[in-house]
């Protein structure tokens, strides 16, 4: 089976207990469409242990994106220019940077190297049906993109929100994160939102004390929807 999940933001409850939920097998895979980390605490544990599961596989998130511009190991030519730091701890990435002090050295470089690594895009076919995988936007987009805000294609695949109704290519169904699905329906706590040839998959776990945010695990094989107890 093929699960798909987005922006745990270190919530390693809400992760864990999604994980008893979907009680993934070796041959499944588990897709995580970025924002591993920042806002709550475990989000380098739980990354370390996405980084050790063989059937895991990460895509590129703003925030991780955000971090490896913070401590000088940008991804991109969008470098570093004295404003990374504070504009990551605006973001949440405090707490995250603060159990990043505690790690060995070793274990940082790893991090950084499998970070940097990182796909923007993933492009999958599961039962039949084509699948593009993304944070943010899909990269390709960058192309005709018109908004000076995002200065490279990486820079647009991890930050660029996109509207229900975004022209997108044909071809595939877009699964995305990145943008809380309040924006595109209403009703709490947040669901999974399903649009047309896309779905939202964020539904808010980095937002604490609001009573709508919890994380969410969609099935490819069957669009079965998972969500944490909380």
């Known amino acids: 089976m093929n699960y798909v999940l987005s922006d745990i933001h ?24 970025g924002d591993v980390i920042d806002r709550h605490p475990w989000g ?18 703003n925030h991780e994106y955000m971090m490896l511009r913070a401590l000088g190991h940008p991804v991109d030519s969008n470098v570093n220019d004295g404003t990374a730091r ?6 949440g990435g405090g707490v995250t940077h603060r159990h990043w002090k505690f790690l060995r050295k070793t ?30 936007a899909p990269v390709e987009l960058w192309e005709t993109n018109e908004d000076r ?9 991890v930050w660029r929100r996109l509207e229900p109704d975004a022209p997108l290519p044909e071809g595939y169904t877009l699964i995305f994160g990145h943008t809380p699905t309040c924006h595109f329906r209403e009703g709490a706590p947040m669901e999974v939102w399903f ?4 779905i939202g998959i964020d539904c808010g776990c980095g937002y604490p004390g609001t009573g709508l945010g919890r994380l969410a695990c969609l099935r490819l094989e069957d669009g079965a929807v998972f969500y944490s107890d909380n």
């Open 107 to 136: 274990v940082r470089q790893e991090i950084i190297d499998y970070l940097t690594a990182l796909p923007l895009n993933l492009d999958i076919e599961v039962a039949g049906k084509r699948y593009k995988l993304v944070h943010a």
């Open 86 to 91: 504070p504009h990551w701890y605006r973001n």
């Open 195 to 198: 649009g047309e040839n896309r």
């Open 10 to 33: 270190g919530n390693e409850e809400r992760f864990r207990s999604v994980l008893r939920k979907i009680d993934l097998k070796e041959g499944d895979t588990l897709y995580v469409l």
């Open 44 to 61: 380098l544990r739980i990354l370390r242990q996405l980084m050790a599961m063989p059937n895991a596989k990460l895509i590129l998130g």
């Open 149 to 157: 805000r995002y200065l490279t294609p990486t820079h647009f695949a």
